[in-house]
């Protein structure tokens, strides 16, 4: 299982960006996958998750800010996330869960500037 996530970069407050996760693995369709953050100094948190079922699932900090998706087709999960705050500003991870074992990608920084 391979995860590469794209799509960070620098923002302005109240701007948006919109993550990607591409996944290299067979039956994407199938796992719930999700999108972690860190702040520096900070434990990695939960943003978002997905299950194969579209079922979705916000940290309280996010909610009606961004929007998890997921396209099976192209293997890929999306994290759109709109009227960005500087607590935002984080290392974004994706992750896909398999039976009880989740695997990680390497992270994109977001970072929002107020």
């Known amino acids: 299982v391979q995860l590469q996530a794209s799509g960070g970069g620098l923002v302005q407050a109240g701007g948006s960006l919109r993550l990607s996760c591409a996944a290299s693995?067979?039956?994407?369709?199938?796992?719930?996958m999700g999108w972690y953050r860190q702040a520096p100094g900070k434990q990695r948190e939960l943003v978002a998750t997905?299950?194969?079922?579209?079922?979705?699932n916000y940290a309280d900090s996010v909610k009606g800010r961004f929007t998890i998706s997921r396209d099976n087709a192209k293997n890929t999960g999306y994290l759109q996330m709109n009227s960005l705050k500087s607590e935002d500003t984080a290392v974004y991870f994706c992750?896909?869960?398999?039976?009880?074992?989740?695997?990680w990608g390497e992270g994109t920084q977001v970072t929002v500037s107020s």
């Open positions: 992750t896909v869960k398999i039976g009880v074992l989740n695997y």
């Open positions: 693995m067979n039956n994407f369709r199938l796992v719930v």
């Open positions: 997905i299950t194969s079922g579209g079922i979705t």
